[in-house]
């Protein structure tokens, strides 16, 4: 049974805590102040705390810097009157796992507590898997060969069992949707609904509406009544791409969604309740976002439970034959085209490419060199790609080389781009360059394309 330490200083709260749950399968400890606390913190093990932030003495927030001094892993609750939010972001901020703010329900308090303790075991199994990454794992449609890639799959196995909020996080086109499907196609809501919304395909003025719904007259158009993602992914789980471009009057609302499970529709007055896993995804830097003061940080620590961050394609590059040969399997079953492979030469030219546009470019590109291709084997003639573009000074950027990219980086794309418009040909690519065929040679070494003239 799990134990847990509860500081409060008022003697009713604090034994209300204690029958509640101690009944729900709890060991309690309890203190009424924060020095009594660390007392029973450095005496016994606890597996989770729940602490006032008003104490006498030291204060909530200096007891919760002690505990984690004592054990960063502990997770810690803290209880705030519903006036001192801000007070209860600054503890989160301190290392405060959530907070709740009073008055509170016993059942709130209780499903809190579990939801810390699933994620604590979850944190702590996934430390185990990093020593030992040997069992691979696999999902359809999820390309999974490099370690990094490994790991993400390894987190969607264990966050799946849990209903804790999920934060994901890369850059475009990296597949986030897939993982955020991945994970709930693995939870017990994989029978309910799985819903998906971008914030940035909708106007601000009508996002609210369709998350929330609303009903009939709430503003003009507005015929009839009409439910809202929340309650259309009931039972199941609702998927809100980036994120961070949620208005903050919108955010509002999703955070007491996240904190109460209840909402009310656009011009209505009815509350509803939904049962509803929240995964979110974002390419910006939330943190940045909460510097300027364009997201709210009680929302970011109420979505940020599991994060997981997905790795560019140009980090994970070992992922790249398997993604080629799973577009060419699509692109075939579609079209009817039969196209059974790829050279070697040609997917070398893939595997060096940088990326900018992550997985989501390499299908276009795959798609396209499919639909162009003269046989059924990709060859190096069948690849093409938009030479990179360097950024315009005349913005107020000085610098001429395209964003993510080394000179080295592009002087190897220049070459590969000559060996496309050349055909293969790598004397008539040399003179395309101006080089001479022995420079070119060392440059095909250098970028692992082999040269077999000669």
């Given at each position: 049974m799990p134990t847990i330490l509860i500081v409060e200083d008022e003697a009713k709260m604090r034994r209300l805590l204690e029958l509640d749950l101690g009944e729900d399968g709890f060991t309690t400890l309890s203190a009424a102040?924060?020095?009594?606390?660390?007392?029973?913190?450095?005496?016994?093990?606890?597996?989770?705390?729940?602490?006032?932030?008003?104490?006498?003495?030291?204060?909530?927030?200096?007891?919760?810097?002690?505990?984690k001094r004592l054990n960063a892993a502990l997770p810690v609750v803290v209880m705030t009157a519903f006036g001192s939010i801000e007070t209860a972001v600054e503890a989160m901020k301190a290392g405060a796992s959530d907070?709740?703010?009073?008055?509170?329900?016993?059942?709130?308090?209780?499903?809190?507590?579990?939801?810390?303790?699933?994620?604590?075991?979850?944190?702590?199994?996934?430390?185990?898997?990093?020593?030992?990454?040997?069992?691979?794992?696999?999902?359809?449609?999820?390309?999974?060969?490099?370690?990094?890639?490994?790991?993400?799959?390894?987190?969607v196995e264990r966050v799946a069992q849990t209903n804790s909020t999920v934060l994901l996080g890369g850059e475009s086109g990296v597949g986030k949707d897939l993982i955020a499907r991945a994970i709930h196609e693995k939870s017990r809501r994989a029978s309910g609904p799985f819903i998906k919304i971008n914030s940035t395909a909708i106007p601000e003025s009508l996002l609210e509406s369709e998350l929330f719904g609303y009903e009939k007259g709430a503003f003009t158009g507005a015929a009839a009544s009409k439910p809202g993602k929340f309650e259309l992914a009931d039972k199941g789980t609702l998927f809100l791409d980036e994120i961070g471009d949620v208005p903050p009057a919108t955010q509002v609302k999703l955070l007491r969604v996240l904190q109460e499970r209840e909402f009310e529709r656009l011009g209505g007055t009815r509350t509803l309740k939904v049962d509803v896993?929240?995964?979110?995804?974002?390419?910006?830097?939330?943190?940045?976002?909460?510097?300027?003061?364009?997201?709210?940080?009680?929302?970011?620590?109420?979505?940020?439970?599991?994060?997981i961050d997905i790795a560019p394609l140009r980090e994970r590059r070992e992922d790249i034959p398997d993604l080629v040969q799973l577009f060419m399997a699509h692109f075939s079953a579609e079209s009817g085209k039969p196209i059974t492979g790829i050279k070697?030469?040609?997917?070398?030219?893939?595997?060096?490419?940088?990326?900018?546009?992550?997985?989501?470019?390499?299908?276009?590109?795959?798609?396209?060199?499919?639909a162009l291709a003269h046989g059924p084997?990709?060859?190096?003639?069948?690849?093409?790609?938009?030479?990179?573009?360097?950024?315009s000074s005349t913005a107020g950027n000085n610098n001429f080389l395209p964003e993510g990219m080394t000179l080295d980086q592009w002087e190897?794309?220049?070459?590969?781009?000559?060996?496309?418009?050349?055909?293969?040909?790598?004397?008539?690519?040399?003179?395309?360059l101006g080089v001479s065929r022995n420079t070119l040679r060392y440059r095909l070494t250098k970028i692992g394309i082999a040269d077999d003239e000669g």
């Open positions: 102040d924060a020095e009594s606390g660390l007392k029973l913190l450095r005496e016994q093990p606890v597996d989770i705390v729940v602490t006032d932030l008003k104490l006498p003495g030291m204060g909530g927030l200096e007891f919760l810097q002690a505990a907070y709740v703010l009073k008055p509170f329900s016993l059942a709130e308090m209780r499903m809190v507590l579990h939801k810390e303790l699933d994620v604590g075991k979850l944190r702590e199994e996934n430390r185990s898997l990093r020593e030992a990454l040997g069992q691979r794992y696999v999902h359809p449609n999820v390309v999974a060969r490099s370690p990094k890639m490994q790991e993400v799959l390894a987190m896993r929240l995964i979110a995804a974002t390419n910006r830097d939330l943190r940045a976002a909460l510097e300027q003061g364009t997201f709210r940080e009680d929302l970011y620590y109420r979505l940020n439970v599991v994060p070697p030469e040609a997917m070398q030219i893939l595997a060096n490419y940088h990326w900018p546009g992550n997985v989501r470019e390499l299908q276009n590109i795959v798609e396209r060199a499919a084997v990709l060859d190096t003639g069948d690849i093409h790609m938009d030479a990179p573009r360097a950024k190897d794309e220049m070459v590969r781009e000559a060996l496309r418009r050349a055909n293969g040909n790598k004397s008539q690519a040399a003179r395309l």
